[in-house]
């Protein structure tokens, strides 16, 4: 069974505070997509990267692939409230299939 | 362009009820997903089809929960007879065909479930 372990599972800061979430597995992936969940809503994908050791820039926003395409990380700038969400890593198993595995979540507070 | 569509937003069961969760995904997109969501965890998928062949439906319970999608469209999931572990989210998502690790997917946002 493939897995994904999200670390840390729960994170509270301060507003201009750095951060960074981890995404780690024993497994391949094709691609890693990250996607930032709203109470009450369904993920909105953030970035999509594919290159082992690829790294995305999305304003204050940093994700990175790993080597091996097996981890990846996302580091938060100057964090602001509305960074608050339910951050879910998604490693994409076949290309073919277009199938998907969640990694299991972190829980991002931003207190102004 | 409109994104997917889910209904209903909101719905209370008894045990052993049954109930069903409808889906609309975005025009064009030929595979749909449902997932499964508990309370602060990542969704767990359940059964993807592309067009209304199933794909994968290796972790769906098949001896109470169906589904199916008419004519590669809109899609059903039903479950019966419902017990409490099956209170959670239930997600639909939809992607174009051989591009999810380009485009992703994009979700509804989704059914809660609450079984008492």
């Known amino acids: 069974t493939q897995l994904l372990e999200q670390s840390p599972q729960f994170l509270s800061i301060q507003e201009g505070e750095n951060l960074t979430v981890y995404c780690n597995s024993s497994?391949?992936?094709?691609?890693l997509q990250w996607y930032r969940q709203e109470p009450g809503e369904g993920p909105v994908l953030l970035v999509t990267v594919v290159t082992g050791g690829e790294v995305k820039k999305l304003k204050r926003l940093t994700f990175q692939f790993g080597d091996a395409r097996k981890d990846s990380s996302l580091h938060i700038t100057a964090a602001q409230p509305g960074d608050t969400g339910l951050y879910l890593c998604?490693?994409?198993?076949?290309?073919?299939?277009?199938?998907?595995?969640f990694g299991t979540g972190t829980l991002l507070a931003v207190q102004p | 362009e409109a994104g997917v569509a889910q209904s209903p937003r909101y719905k209370i069961i008894e045990k052993r009820q049954s109930v069903a969760f409808w889906c609309n995904p975005i025009s064009g997109h030929a595979t749909l997903y449902w997932y499964q969501q508990i309370l602060g965890q990542g969704p767990k998928l359940l059964i993807q089809?592309?067009?209304?062949?199933?794909?994968?439906d290796s972790q769906l319970p098949k001896d109470r929960f169906s589904a199916e999608r008419l004519k590669g469209v809109d899609s059903t999931l039903k479950i019966q007879p419902a017990k409490l572990e099956d209170s959670a989210v239930y997600l639909c998502?939809?992607?174009?065909?051989?591009?999810?690790?380009?485009?992703?997917?994009?979700f509804g946002s989704g059914t809660r479930l609450t079984v008492v």
């Open positions: 998604a490693g994409e198993v076949d290309g073919a299939t277009n199938k998907l595995i």
């Open positions: 089809f592309q067009n209304n062949g199933v794909v994968d």
């Open positions: 998502a939809s992607s174009l065909v051989g591009t999810g690790g380009n485009y992703g997917y994009t």
């Open positions: 497994s391949v992936f094709s691609s």
